[in-house]
């Protein structure tokens, strides 16, 4: 799906111009990118965190001249879906999961009460 397609999409679940809808959609981008831009993070409650991560320095290899090259530290966007988005793109993973989870004993709370007996 490209923007064309979200904007139509927009219009036809809402009842709203075209004109509108690309307006809206821009205002949502604008916002989730100025965000991120300043460091925050954007949270979309079942659908994923959009947030800003530091990529360390590194050194690469260029296949072409043989040779290692230096790559710079540098900031960049990453988007972690949510639990609900990745059940909906794979259903069988999350019934897997949720079994999992279910299956496993709870663990004791060792740390709450060392910190209680430490406060005493």
């Known amino acids: 799906m490209n923007r064309v397609e979200f904007v139509e999409k927009i219009v036809a679940a809402h009842g709203v111009s075209k004109a509108e809808a690309g307006r809206i959609l821009e205002t949502v981008i604008?916002?989730?990118v100025g965000a991120v831009k300043k460091g925050d993070?954007?949270?979309l409650v079942g659908f994923g965190t959009f947030k800003q991560v530091a990529r360390a320095a590194r050194t690469g290899f260029n296949?072409?001249?043989g040779e290692k090259i230096k790559i710079a530290a540098q900031k960049v966007p990453k988007f972690v879906p949510g639990a609900a988005f990745k059940a909906a793109v794979d259903p069988k993973a999350a019934k897997r999961k949720a079994e999992k989870a279910a299956a496993k004993?709870?663990?004791p709370a060792?740390?709450?009460a060392a910190k209680s007996a430490k406060k005493k």
């Open 105 to 107: 004993p709870a663990k």
């Open 41 to 43: 993070s954007v949270s």
């Open 30 to 32: 604008d916002t989730i």
């Open 110 to 112: 060792k740390k709450a």
């Open 63 to 65: 296949p072409t001249a």
